[in-house]
């Protein structure tokens, strides 16, 4: 499996972003797609995952309500939609892709697929 993300840039608070995850085949439709992200000085955490089975989406908390994860039709592509950005959503971002079970989702370790990671700032 192959990963490639793409989409970040520079952008003021208040404002949007999409990221794109693209893969080699049909990816996204026998694994879970996932978005982890990470800050300067902190570790790896998740953002937003959607999953193969049940094709529902979860999301952290603290993007809960401005962040939408989905994929295309053709299940090669994931997207991360990023809405009413705030300076403490500055990281790199990640996809992965996992055949994880659903409580592990969230988990960074269930994903042995990785993108190359594209970097978000936002500006105060």
């Known amino acids: 499996v192959q990963l490639q993300a793409s989409g970040g840039g520079l952008v003021q608070a208040g404002g949007s972003l999409r990221l794109s995850c693209s893969s080699s085949?049909?990816?996204?439709?026998?694994?879970?797609g996932g978005w982890f992200r990470q800050a300067p000085g902190k570790e790896r955490e998740f953002v937003a995952a959607i999953h193969r089975g049940n094709s529902i989406a979860y999301y952290a908390d603290s993007v809960k309500g401005r962040f939408t994860v989905s994929r295309d039709g053709a299940k090669n592509t994931l997207f991360l939609q990023m809405n009413s950005l705030k300076p403490d959503d500055t990281a790199v971002y990640y996809c992965?892709?996992?055949?994880?079970?659903?409580?592990?989702?969230?988990?960074?370790?269930?994903?042995?697929?990785w993108g190359q990671g594209t970097l978000v700032t936002v500006s105060s």
């Open positions: 992965a892709a996992s055949r994880t079970v659903l409580s592990s989702i969230r988990s960074a370790n269930e994903y042995p697929h």
């Open positions: 085949g049909r990816t996204f439709s026998s694994y879970t």
